[in-house]
């Protein structure tokens, strides 16, 4: 089944204005990446975590794996902001095996 | 830095032929190498995982016989497509560890049209 549930799908904010993405997991993982998609389809790494908190510019990302959910928050957000946001989590079985959820798509409005 | 180069960007075939995408590592050796789908509104699904000294494992619903990946050494993958249809279109990325870090980096993906 699905091993990572990611929300919101879709989220509208105005320009300076912030919220937070959530990924909740059903299965014990050993470390998680957040990801933006452009629009050309490419993906910028913005976070990688095995725990706790890291935080970079106006993108803040928590992980706590015991009670498996991880969240990325960002604040004022600008229209470049706007794309779509993806959490993969590793999977604890040894390897490098990474499962992504599904998918928020961000539009900042001016 | 370290950087992972994806070619072709895009790529257009007819149904029923093959295509082969690259990806290469520049700057680091890699550890392993993942490649995965996006299909249309869909998340990303892997297909197979490449690890050095270990034999390709391949997902559920992927095969070597449709998916064969070669990867000859620490800075070099590739995959073909064979016999691609319209259920195979979608954006195709490599990503790639090195050493123990387990971040994934990826390669800004082959987007493969069928016709």
Known sequence: GDQVEQSPSALSLHEGTGSALRCNFT???RAVQWFQQNSRGSLINLFYLASGTKENGRLKSTFNSKESYSTLHIRDAQLEDSGTYFCAASV??????YVFGAGTRLKVIA | GALVYQYPRR???KSGTSMRMECQAVGFQATSVAWYRQSPQKTFELIALSTVNSAI???QNFTQEKFP???PNLSFSSMTVLNAYLEDRGLYLCGAHWG????LYFG???RLTVL
């Open chain 2, 69 to 71: 990946i070669s990867h």
């Open chain 1, 27 to 29: 299965t014990t993982m």
């Open chain 2, 11 to 13: 790529t257009i075939c």
């Open chain 2, 100 to 103: 123990s870090a387990e971040t």
């Open chain 1, 92 to 97: 604890n079985t040894g390897n490098y095996k």
């Open chain 2, 108 to 110: 800004s993906g082959t």
């Open chain 2, 57 to 59: 494992k391949y997902e």
